[in-house]
């Protein structure tokens, strides 16, 4: 079994549409959460980061997650084409800076 | 946020062959590493690059296969020695701002192709 299970899509959605995009993972030692924004060809870019289980908000994006069920999920709303892209989760523990990241979802944003 | 430019950004190498890849954050970081993405798969860390001494590597990577150097706070290099096929792969800088470990960058990375 994978540290890290995403989603892997691919997603399609209808400009304006919100997107949801989620990843479990196994390790309870993982406390910090990331998601990431890769375009083709591109390096991944950091989107947002959480460290607490709920909610955080940033513009159009919200990180939320569970930690009693190893859960966590982002949703871009008002979703426009150029966010069309890979989306990838990483984690890590409280004393490890190494990453682990899921596999990826690509969403696609149509016009 | 750090600003990481990794050259080339793109080569065809030979099988046998050996390429290094370096890697320049625009300001000091406290940590520096390195990921490998290969064809439609996710990123794996290769190693920790510290400054001044021996990379840390994670398993199934070895230093005589990717040798990596960090002169200072803002620079590395990794090398993929011996080149075969399987080394095809994105190769991706990156570099962790302050002491939080919450703020993690990338490179735009260096696309390897082994003939």
């Known amino acids: 079994q994978k540290e890290v299970e995403q989603d892997p899509g691919p997603l399609s959605v209808p400009e304006g549409a919100i997107v949801s995009l989620n990843c479990t993972y196994s390790?309870?030692?993982?406390?910090?959460f990331m998601w990431y924004r890769q375009y083709s060809r591109k390096g991944p870019e950091l989107l947002m980061y959480?460290?607490?289980?709920g909610n955080k908000e940033d513009g159009r994006f919200t990180a939320q997650v569970d930690k009693s069920s190893k859960y966590i999920s982002l949703f871009i709303r008002d979703s426009q084409p150029s966010d069309s892209a890979t989306y990838l989760c990483?984690?890590?523990?409280?004393?490890?800076?190494?990453?682990?990241f899921g596999a990826g979802t690509t969403v696609t944003v149509r016009a | 946020s750090a600003v990481i430019s990794q050259k080339p950004s793109r080569d065809i190498c030979q099988r046998g062959t050996s390429l290094t890849i370096q890697c320049q954050v625009d300001?000091?970081?406290?940590?520096m590493f390195w990921y490998r993405q290969q064809p439609g798969q996710s990123l794996t860390l290769i190693a920790t690059?510290?400054?001044?001494?021996?990379?840390?590597?994670e398993s199934g990577f070895v230093i005589d296969k990717f040798p990596i150097s960090r002169p200072n706070l803002t620079f590395s290099t990794l090398t993929v020695s011996n080149m075969s096929p399987e080394d095809s792969s994105i190769y991706l800088c990156?570099?962790?701002?302050?002491?939080?470990?919450?703020?993690?960058?990338f490179g735009e990375g260096s696309w390897l192709t082994v003939v």
């Open positions: 390790n309870s030692a993982f406390q910090y």
């Open positions: 690059a510290n400054q001044g001494s021996e990379a840390t590597y």
């Open positions: 990483a984690m890590r523990s409280s004393n490890d800076y190494k990453l682990s």
């Open positions: 990156s570099a962790m701002e302050g002491a939080s470990g919450n703020t993690i960058y």
């Open positions: 959480t460290y607490s289980s």
């Open positions: 300001s000091q970081v406290t940590m």
